[in-house]
């Protein structure tokens, strides 16, 4: 059965940091490349960032650069996103997905910003 659970969203005050984490099961995690997207009511779900299988090729999305870090831990089968200097518009909720040939959605964790 695969699970892509997320963790680690809640309420912070504007530039504030979070950590979230998405915890992976149920497939071969370290074969997947696995992006963060993120979903505002009324509005489609967007990239935010992405990682490759390998680790080694990162992508962000411009309103993110610099702020936030993608990254993955293949033996704990665990992809995280560092968020820092939070804004007020990074406030939605996020998703971890998953993709090969396949693709996998997590349930979401809200972020919250606002003071």
């Known amino acids: 059965q695969v699970q892509l659970v997320e963790s680690g969203g809640g309420l912070v005050q504007p530039g504030g940091s979070l950590r979230l984490s998405c915890a992976a099961s149920g497939f071969s995690f370290s074969r997947y490349d696995m992006s963060w997207y993120r979903q505002v009511p009324g509005k489609e779900r967007e990239l935010v960032a992405s990682i490759s299988a390998a680790g080694d090729s990162t992508n962000y999305a411009d309103s993110v650069k610099g702020r936030f870090t993608i990254s993955r831990d293949d033996v704990k089968n665990t992809l995280s996103l560092q968020m820092s200097s939070l804004k007020p518009e990074d406030t939605a909720v996020y998703y971890c997905?998953?993709?090969?040939?396949?693709?996998?959605w997590g349930q979401g964790t809200q972020v919250t910003v606002s003071s």
């Open positions: 997905y998953a993709r090969r040939w396949i693709a996998y």
